[in-house]
Structures are given as C-alpha cells and as structure tokens.
C-alpha cells in the first residue's frame, strides 16, 4: 500500500513537472471505525475508506489548493486535480510575502506509531471490551452511551522541488464509556486511548465507573455555594485546557494577530508555576507523534514552558514566512504535547478520595464545551461534567450539580497550582471533524489548583 | 446509476433487512477564499462525490459509505454486516414512522451559480472588501467567502426517489482592534438572507458589504476607547446578530430529539427537556412562539426534503411560552411516542439530515425561528428600558451540557440608561439559566427587527458533522440578566 501511494505522488509530481507547474501534495488516508452506544444499544456502527489529496499550487507569491476525495484507481481524476489547482492560481492574488515551497532533502517513512492489530479490530473485540467495561454495571434506569472509534490514519507528502516524499501511518483508538441516570440525569464516564492493541483493557474503565457509580448512587446531588475552591482537575479537563492553550498560548502567528494570552516579551520569563513543564514531545508514541514536519523539518523534543518559565513560541511554516520568524517543526496535523508529573503519588480517583485533606477540594474530571471568553487575557469558560466530587476536609464526600467555572488560564496555571500528580496518562483529544487526525496529550493524572472563583452552580442537572 | 442502487436495495431486503436507503451524490464542491491582512490566506476549492447506505436489520442501523462506486454489492453488504454487528445490542429496537413515497426534485434558489464565477471575480470582491476595512485603528481584517453546491439522490426501499440540488452562499468581514491596554477586540458581518429571494452569486451585494464595512470599521473603534462592560443585572437587549445565537443554543439544540431521549450523552450532552414535559413546560414568556421551520423561502435551513425523504415542514416548538413541538425525523419520534405511552408527535418533523455521504443522518435544526412580537422598533424597546444593555455579535459561546445555563460573550455592547443608549463598553459577556432566562422575556420587536440570519457550522454528533442551516429572530429583551462575568 505504501509504495503504491508513494508511486501515485511520485507519478503526479512527474505530471505537473511536465508542464511547468510547481505543486505541493499532501495525501490522506483513513479507515475509520466507530462503534456507536446510546441507551444501552449499539446506535451506529459504521465505517469509512476514505482518501483525500490535497493539491496547492504556487506561482511566485500566489497560491491555490484544490481538495478531492478520490481513490487511487483515479489517477486521471487526480491528474485533473492538479490541472486545476494550476488553473486556480493564476487567478489568486500574490501574497505580501514569500510563501515558502517545501523541498525535502531525503525521503522519510515512519511507521512506529502504527499497530496492525489495533487498526483491523475486529466489531466482536469490540463489542467485548464494551461488554466487560460495564459488567453488571447497567440497569432500567442506568444506561450506557459511548463510542469505540479506532483505525488506521495514513499521510504522504510530495512536491515538485524534490523527489522525496514523506509517509507517515499510525492506527489509533478513543473508548468512552458513559452512563447516565434516566431520570436524575447524572452521569459518569472513564476513558481511553489507545496506540496500539495492547493499550486496551476495559478493567480500568470498569474500576472507575463502578468506583464512581457507588458514589452517585449513594449521594443526593447538591447545589454548591458559588465562591472561591481548590480544584482537583482530572486529566481530561487538564487535557482540554491545554489544548486550548495550545492555540491561544503559544502559537506564534496567534500572538501576532492578538490572539494570544502570551506577548513576546514573555520568552524567558515565569509565566506559570515552577511545577509547570510543558513540553511537545515527538518521542511520546501514546500522542501519534509526527518526527517529522510537513516541510521536511526534524522535530525533537520541543520545551514551551520549562519549570513554569515560556521557552518560546511555534511557528507554523505560514506563519513564520508572513511575520518573518524560524519555522520550528510544527507544520503537523498535531503536537504531541506532555504536561510532565508532579511530585504526589495519586494513581486513582479512590486514592484521591483517600488522601488526607485540610481543605475541601472540588474534583472536576472533565470540562464540557470550553470556549475563550478573552484571547488576549487567556479567560475560558466551561461547565463540569461527568462525575464532579466536592471532597469535604472531613473525610465525607458531597456530589455536587455541575458548576461554570470562567478563569484566564494564565491564573490556573499560575502559582495557584499546589501539586501535580506523578502518575501520567495519555489522554485521548482527538476530534471527528473532517479527516481523521489521531491526537492524544500526556497529562498528569491529577492537577490541584487552589482559589478557583466558581461563578454559577446548578440547581439541577 | 439510480436502477443499479434500487437493485442493490432490494436485494439487501430480500436478506432480511427491514428498510433500506442510499444517498448518492453525483458531486459535492466547496470553494473557500480568507482575505486577512491583504492576503488571498486561502484560496481553496474541493470536489467529491460517493454513496451512503443506510440499512436496517432487526432493530438496528448499520451504515457503510464510499467514494469508490465500482463495487456497490460490496458497500451495501457492509452495511448489511454492520447492521447485523448492532443487532446483538438492542434495546429498543428501531422502527420508523410512517411516510408517503415521494418522487420529486429541490433546487435551492440560486440566480447565478458561483461555482461559474470567475474567481479572479470572487478575489476582487475580497480585495475591495479589504481595502474598505483597511482603516487606522484596525488591526486585522478578515474578508470570507463560503460557497457548497450538492446534487443528492435518494433512493429507499418504500419507493421514494427524491433528487435536490442545494447551492450555499456564506460571506463575512470582520475586523479586530487593540486597545490601549493590547487587549483585542472584534466586530463582524455576516451574510444573512437580507430578504432576498434567492442565494447565488447575486446575493454578495457589493453596496450591502460595503455599508457594513464602513459600520463594523466604526463601532471597533468606538470599543476601542470604551470601558469594560460593568459586573451587575441589566436587562438585555438582544440585536438579531447574538439572538440567533441565543436561540441555536438553547431551543435549537435543547429540543433536538435525539438529544432528549439520550442518543449524545456520550459527546455534546443531553437537554433539560423530559418526555413530560411537551404540552406542559413554561419554556418561556408568553410573547416566545418559536418554530423549526424548513419552509421559509432562501435559507440553508430550507432544503426541500430531508435525508428520511420527508417534505419540508412548519414546526410550532413553543407556542406562546409553552413547550410543544421538538426537531424530529423518522425514528426519534417513534420512540419517543412509544417510551411516553402516548403520541406526543405525529410522525416525522423532517429534520434529519447528514452533512455528506459518508455521515448518517441525525436530527438538525431547520431554521429555528423565534416569531416577530408586538413591542414594536428597537428605538421603541430601548425607550421604555430603565437600565439594559444592547448586545451583538457572537465572540464566545458555552452552554451546559443538558443546555440548562449557558454564557456568552458579544462583540459589543451599547449601556441604555433610563430608556436611552448613554455608552458602548467592551468585553461584554452575560450569563444565565436558560427556563428562568426564556421565562423573563418581556419585549419581543415587531417584523422591522427581524432577521433571517445564517450559519455554516453548526457541529453535532460522532462522528462530527458540520451542518448549514438559518435563524429568523426579532429583537428581543430578557430582564435581570448577570452581565460583565
Ligand atoms: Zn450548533
């Protein structure tokens, strides 16, 4: 399969060197499986083959793409493609400054991140992982929704500036498992992600539901008083914010355009708690690395805040040929960003509840619907979902209804920040938007921050 | 084509299966161009084409897509195992309401088709567009252009065969500020129907653009040297450019039926709303009447027919404050019929729609529309407000995930101070519950205040599909409402 994508880039590299055109091809290629839960029944099984070639042509400072899902019987229909991503550019309009074309300076193929076994899941391994998760754990009023999406995302790269190519494949699965109350309206969930088969075992995800269920099933839920907590995030919710720090943080063409919580005065300075190492890690194989960039450049371990101190911007190659900077290696479909671990052993929510405590901590697993209320203040806006805790200093345990929380990540991540745990886990951030692109961040397992303002705490779920 | 995939229906039903349809689109194309800064960013263009199967087999879906159509049998078997794979985990096992077979054809109204445009056409617009938002003080300027065209064909084992061609028209500016602090600013336009009758070409009105070019350039500077929006309860006053919003994110999607009977919790959440509730719940003041309603002339919320094969319809979701309709397709509401014990709906509101021929259709908002009052202008409503706050412009949006609270931040706001506008302020944001939020609608503007507004991007369901679909709102005005947080 991969010489024969390979043989088709090379072929309409060749295609569009005959007639003078200067092209740049970036292939895609998924096979997509999601297995679908809701009230307990499968509600979609479905899969997808699906390829698409992206052409973008240059000429001088002008630039074009064309975008088809094709297959790779239809070199003719892909041929055309490149006609008209040809055709396009000579009506676009020159640039204001010099879009660099990719030339790669030897071929690079990369396959570690792919697991065959993991990509063909058969639908029974499937439907048995789910079955195991949630043992005995369903009733009438209990019900399970979830997905099981794996499979398989390849991307290939060509241009007309060199003969190389770059192939890039790697197989990959999300697994959530809800369950909700029918008429309370609760709900839990446990996650996870996976690179290859043997990152899979529903145990876990059995353990922490049936850990969370006991939990809910014993507890009235409660309104909270709004007002100021210390916050145990769990690692999704760790995850969703650094994924939106991701983009409002340390983009380099975000910062140019005001888009950004960090200004370039801020490289070198502590912007964040000296427990904060965050880092875009291409030798993490749990976040689908790439090690290379869609330029060509080598990518290695890349430290953007190094004991709470900015180490500096990402320059993706458009970017930085608009505002003049060094691209950095970061032309990729996704980073793989590493939150590193802290200094306390919290393995598990059970070892969470247990720990001694001085204060109440509010444990949040998960953030629903974040958005940025304020780019250039780092302030988002979220809501708690599946399986808040409010742990009183005393030992007992209050289910609370979800609460809003609306905070400038610059002060979550501050000096606020009191521990971190040392456990780590892969966290599963991938989207179903558009093609596939497999993304996962490695975060602590736990996150506590303390004197985070909640502004708005529900009555009801 | 169309002979080979009845074939192909047909013999999956002689497997077993109890329903059986293809959406096969003969093409798809998009054409997107970003102006930003003087700079064509994106000039790009896409065409596919494909075939969705969707069947159903002992209470169960199963779905199979490709863009390769040289081996049918194959797709349909796949659909056919899939389905099968499904089966082994029912619970309620799927029926569909009843329909009447059509055979009929959409066009979406369009003069003159933009895929025949010139784009060397379509970059001079933006260029123009861009050189008008190029003023001192303005730091970024987007100039947008979106257009889709679509030829579908559905086919299903009851005998319907429905051909629609839709074209989609999306256009937008925006300009960004920075304030004497650094801290940016936004303000925008957006294409809506402007009432006109059709949606090609001709609707990008260089005249329309040009005015409002000239508008947002203003008010960005007037946020500029504005003070931050005050932290206190004002009533606000909704301009249709948040309204519509407002309306998408907690009547849109709340009633969404799928949502309702829990087929999202494992991703954008469930609602408030209960099978109890319809014909019973105070969604909201008596002066709320809110409908989906797919029959407005000139919207992508309009498309003819949707992906059951069910001919656009006029839905009544909350009528003069109370719940009574949601956005339903085929099987949603035969469950929901089914697990109250009585017939809340009668059959299918023709809502369920997929955003390609590789998703599976799921309930999706038409246009949800909030039905013009009797408050009168928006001059009218200012004068007779003691203390509220103008909003516009969607800057950031969250809502609970049962669609119960909900915040959001606006481009801008103008403080109406003893029934008169005194001042703009920046970073507005406001912030409620959504029954007590509904339920304090006291002014509702007359049809000058109406606006059909469109979207392109609503998101929903996994895997994601990213839907287009319309908005008609008044202006409206909600009491006591937590602004500045
Ligand atoms: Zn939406």
């Known amino acids: 399969m991969k010489e024969r994508i390979l043989e088709t880039l090379r072929d309409l590299r060749a295609y569009a060197l005959d007639r003078g055109y200067e092209i740049v091809l970036d292939y895609h290629e998924e096979d997509s499986y999601l297995m679908r839960f809701a009230n307990s029944a499968i509600s979609l099984n479905t899969n997808e083959h699906l390829i698409r070639l992206e052409i973008t042509a240059f000429a001088g400072r002008k630039r074009a793409s064309y975008e088809l899902i094709t297959d790779l019987d239809k070199i003719n229909e892909m041929k055309q493609g490149v006609d008209v991503a040809a055709e396009m550019v000579q009506h676009a309009q020159p640039l204001e400054y010099d879009p660099t074309i990719p030339a790669f300076a030897a071929s690079f193929a990369d396959e570690s991140a792919y697991d065959e076994d993991l990509a063909q899941l058969a639908n029974a391994e499937k439907l048995a992982y789910f079955n195991r998760a949630v043992e005995g754990l369903e009733t009438d009023d209990l019900q399970l929704s979830g997905i099981f999406s794996s499979g398989e995302t390849i991307a290939a790269q060509s241009n007309t500036r060199s003969e190389h190519t770059q192939f890039w494949r790697a197989s990959d699965a999300q697994v959530n498992a809800v369950l909700a109350h029918a008429t309370l309206k609760w709900e839990v969930i446990a996650e996870q992600s996976a690179q290859c088969k043997a990152d899979l075992d529903p145990e876990p995800l059995r353990r922490d539901l049936a850990y969370l269920l006991e939990r809910y099933q014993t507890e009235t839920a409660q309104q909270i008083p709004l007002g100021r907590y210390d916050i145990v995030f769990g690692s999704s919710a760790i995850a969703d914010m650094l994924n939106f720090m991701n983009w409002i943080g340390f983009s380099g063409g975000s910062m140019k355009r005001g888009f950004s919580m960090l200004a370039e005065d801020k490289v070198g300075k502590k912007v964040f708690s000296d427990k904060i190492t965050l880092v875009d890690d291409p030798d993490q194989i749990a976040t689908f690395p790439f090690k290379r960039d869609f330029t060509g450049i080598e990518r290695k371990p890349f430290p953007l805040f190094e004991r709470g101190i900015f180490k500096g911007f990402v320059w993706f190659q458009d970017d930085a040929d608009e505002f003049g900077a060094r691209p950095t290696g970061h032309t990729v479909m996704h980073k793989s960003l590493a939150l590193h671990g802290g200094e306390v052993d919290v393995a598990s929510l059970q070892a969470l509840v247990g720990m001694p405590r001085q204060k109440d901590l509010l444990y949040i697993p998960f953030l629903h619907y974040m958005n940025i209320v304020n780019p250039s203040k780092g302030v988002i806006t979220a809501s708690s979902r599946f399986g808040a805790l409010l742990l009183k200093k005393d030992g007992s345990l209050v289910v609370p209804y979800n609460v809003r929380l609306t905070q400038s990540l610059l002060d979550i991540f501050s000096d606020k920040v009191a521990w971190l745990s040392r456990q780590t886990v892969a966290c599963n951030t991938s989207m179903s938007y558009g093609a596939r692109n497999p993304t996962a961040i490695r975060v602590p397992k736990f996150m506590c921050v303390e004197g985070l303002e909640i502004s708005h705490s529900n009555s009801s779920y | ?485």
């Not at chain 2, 928006?378 to 609270?405: C, F, H, P, Y």
């Open chain 2, 1 to 485: 084509m169309i002979e080979q995939l009845k074939q192909q229906i047909e013999r999956i039903k002689a497997q077993g299966a109890t329903y059986v349809d293809a959406r096969w689109y003969p093409f798809e194309e998009s054409n997107q161009l970003v102006m930003l800064n003087g700079n064509l960013k994106n000039a790009s263009a896409s065409r596919e084409s494909g075939v969705g199967i969707r069947v159903l087999y002992q209470g169960a879906w199963g779905f199979s897509a490709s863009s390769d159509l040289g081996d049918l049998g194959a797709l349909f078997d796949k659909a056919l195992d899939n389905a099968r794979v499904a089966a082994e985990r029912v619970t309620f096992p799927i029926r569909l309401a009843e329909k009447d077979a059509v055979q009929a054809t959409f066009s979406s109204p369009c003069e003159v088709n933009p895929f025949e445009v010139p784009l060397a056409d379509k970059v001079a617009f933006l260029k123009e567009m861009d050189d008008k938002l190029k003023q001192e003080g303005v730091f970024l300027r987007f100039s947008r252009l979106n257009f889709i065209r679509k030829q579908i064909v559905f086919v299903d084992s009851e005998g319907s065969e429905i051909e629609k061609l839709i074209t989609e028209v999306f256009a937008g500016l925006e300009v960004d500020g920075k304030d004497a602090q650094g801290m940016t600013h936004e303000r925008k336009f957006t294409l809506g129907q402007q009432g006109k009758p059709t949606r090609g070409w001709e609707s990008i009105d260089r005249q329309l653009f040009a005015q409002n070019a000239e508008r947002i350039v203003r008010e960005l500077k007037e946020m500029l040297v504005a003070d931050d929006c005050p932290k206190e309860d004002r009533s606000v006053i909704l301009l249709p450019g948040i309204m519509f919003l407002q309306t998408h994110e907690t009547i849109g999607h709340a009633l969404e039926l799928d949502r309702i009977l829990g087929y999202e919790l494992a991703f954008a959440g469930g609602s408030f709303v209960t099978l109890d509730d319809f014909g019973k719940l105070r969604y909201g003041s008596p002066k709320l009447t809110a409908r989906a309603n797919a029959t407005v002339p000139n919207s992508p919320g309009s498309f003819g027919f949707d992906d059951d094969g069910i001919p656009a319809k006029d839905t009544v979701l909350i009528d003069k404050g109370v719940l009574v309709g949601a956005i339903t397709g085929r099987q949603m509401v035969e469950e929901a019929n089914a697990r109250a014990r009585k017939p809340i709906f009668d059959g299918s509101g023709g809502a369920n729609r997929a955003t390609s021929f590789y998703r599976v259709p799921i309930e999706r908002m038409t246009n949800i529309n909030i039905d013009p009052g009797t408050d009168g202008t928006l001059d009218d409503i200012v004068a007779r407000t003691e203390k509220g706050i103008v909003l516009d412009g969607e800057r950031s949006w969250s809502i609970g995930s049962n669609r119960e609270q909900f915040h959001f931040a606006t481009d801008i706001g103008w403080l109406v101070d003893e029934g008169k506008v005194t001042r703009v302020v920046k970073n507005a944001t406001y912030k409620g519950d959504t029954l007590k939020f509904w339920n304090s609608l006291s002014a509702v503007g007359d049809e000058s205040t109406w606006e059909l507004k469109f979207v392109d991007n609503c998101g929903k369901g996994q895997p994601n599909q990213v839907m287009q679909l319309g908005h008609g709102v008044p202006v409206c005005r909600f009491d006591n409402v937590r602004i500045g947080e």
